[in-house]
């Protein structure tokens, strides 16, 4: 009879404050940071509003996980329900948390750089483009981007291949078309022109804006060189979300235009190199 009492109580006993306010802070987190990512996607504010608001979504997230830890400890010695709804909160907050700390163990490992090209000597220019990006952001920043990019990404360089310019042009196009970015120059190559694209890509799962351009010239043996540049328009590092995008996009332009590749070696498919500390000198 004490037993079936007992669990009486228990059942007719809410659940711990602190698991149901931890639930709360952790849904409440998830519906701010959806919020951030629609006003990203919709146009709605500019990009320092959106961060602001997605950096409140982690903060909350982050209260919420140390709540059901709380909450955790008081059931441990109290007894009493909460536990699923601490658990909840748990998953959601670590859920939410888990791709920015992706991200910043990429920060931590690769270089501070948010602008990438096949030929850093001569790269492609943001022309129609440069008028979106921000001021003094069109330019290429230089050769020590060009040594860190060199050295993180080595397989980053000009695809040559057995394809008319128009031909290399064509199947560019269609990449970037099956893509879905938004092209807003395109220049088919002429006998004294090279070809141009530029485009607006947008990053999975937040919509920031990459702006990326592709050239296309012949080359002596009839065939074309393509080069690409893949520039972030805000920040300062791009967690090699832009070096990630022109190799696949080399990949897929070689794809589309070459139906019989010539034998030369594949490109690698090494993993970045971490970025070097200081004191230890080049990668």
Request: charged share 25%.
């Given at each position: 009879m ?33 919020l951030a ?32 830890v ?22 959601i907050?670590?859920g ?38 921000p ?6 920043p ?16 000009p ?16 990449v ?7 092209v ?11 070809g ?6 947008r990053?999975?799962?937040?919509g ?26 805000y920040?300062?590092?791009?967690f ?7 190799l ?8 589309a ?9 594949e ?16 990668r």
């Amino acid at each position: 009879m004490t037993m079936v009492m007992s669990r009486l109580r228990t059942l007719e006993e809410p659940p711990s404050r602190l698991a149901v306010w931890a639930r709360r802070l952790a849904v409440f987190s998830l519906a701010v940071a959806a919020l951030a990512i629609l006003i990203e996607r919709a146009d709605m504010l500019e990009i320092v509003p959106v961060l602001v608001t997605f950096g409140a979504a982690l903060a909350l997230s982050v209260l919420a996980i140390l709540l059901a830890v709380a909450s955790f400890v008081a059931l441990w010695n109290n007894g009493g329900p909460g536990f699923a709804q601490a658990i909840t909160a748990m998953l959601i907050g670590a859920g939410l948390l888990a791709y920015p700390g992706y991200l910043a163990y990429q920060g931590y490992r690769l270089p501070p750089i948010t602008d990438i090209t096949t030929d850093p000597v001569d790269p492609p220019r943001f022309e129609v483009v440069a008028r979106l990006r921000p001021p003094n952001s069109s330019l290429y920043p230089g050769l020590a981007t060009a040594e860190l990019q060199k050295a993180a990404w080595p397989d980053i360089e000009p695809l040559p291949i057995n394809v008319s310019p128009k031909a290399a042009y064509d199947a560019a196009m269609a990449v970037i078309a099956k893509r879905k970015w938004r092209v807003v120059d395109a220049r088919a190559p002429l006998p004294n022109r090279e070809g141009h694209i530029e485009a607006i890509a947008r990053t999975p799962i937040m919509g920031f804006r990459d702006d990326v351009v592709v050239r296309i010239r012949p080359t002596r043996e009839g065939g074309a060189r393509i080069d690409i540049r893949s520039a972030s328009r805000y920040g300062k590092m791009d967690f090699g979300a832009n070096a990630a995008r022109v190799l696949a996009l080399l990949d897929d332009i070689d794809d589309a235009a070459t139906t019989e590749k010539p034998e030369r070696p594949e490109r690698q498919k090494s993993a970045p190199k971490a970025a070097a500390k200081p004191g230890q000198g080049k990668r």
